[in-house]
């Protein structure tokens, strides 16, 4: 894939810009998989996207090569993603609606054939617990997890999209990983 990447970098900067398409296709669900898990929010995350490839658009021609065009693009992602949830705490919030309202979040599909009403229920329930959990982590530290647990992400490529030394970035996950088990520990049910 990095020499499809290098190829379409290539003749993006010799001018050719729909070479560009390709990566946007490449990338742009994972860019919103991250976008959303940091910023908790599907129009915000899509606001997230676009502005990384904007800002990737224009920025091409800085892009050196070091790291591999994902890395490079996730980082852009991460800092957008920051941007905006630092711009929201500026911003009066608006009271959370119906909690039902968002049922369509990617992450709240269930890839099960009818599942009992129980389940259906617990399953909202631990969502629930998931994204407010998520949510009383700082940016840094829901960024760091998302990248790591969710997208796989190495600790270098962490540090890298959060322009941190590795060590912090192991320790920004570690963080993140003992809030949440704290966090989601009254929400778990033993199992039987």
């Not at 979040?105 to 259906?120: F, I």
Request: proline share 4%.
């Amino acid at each position: 894939m990095e020499s499809l990447d290098a190829a379409a970098v290539a003749l993006v900067r010799a001018g050719d810009r729909d070479a560009f398409r390709p990566i946007v296709e490449r990338y742009s669900e994972m860019l919103f998989r991250l976008a959303y898990r940091i910023t908790g929010n599907e129009a915000d995350a899509e606001e997230v996207v676009q502005e990384t490839f904007m800002r990737a658009y224009r920025k091409l021609n800085s892009f050196d090569g070091r790291s591999s065009l994902s890395t490079w693009l996730f980082r852009i992602a991460t800092n957008c993603s920051l941007d905006l949830l630092d711009r929201r705490k500026t911003q009066p919030q608006l009271l959370a609606g119906d909690p039902d309202q968002n049922e369509d979040a990617p992450e709240e599909r269930v890839a099960s054939e009818q599942p009992n009403p129980e389940r259906m229920a617990y399953s909202t329930e631990m969502q629930a617990s998931i994204q407010a959990a998520l949510q009383s982590l700082t940016a840094v530290e829901r960024t760091a997890f998302v990248l790591r647990h969710v997208e796989g992400r190495s600790v270098d490529e962490i540090a890298s999209a959060l322009n941190v030394r590795a060590g912090a970035a192991r320790h920004s996950v570690f963080r993140a990983v003992e809030k949440m088990r704290k966090f989601l520990a009254p929400a778990v049910r033993p199992a039987i």
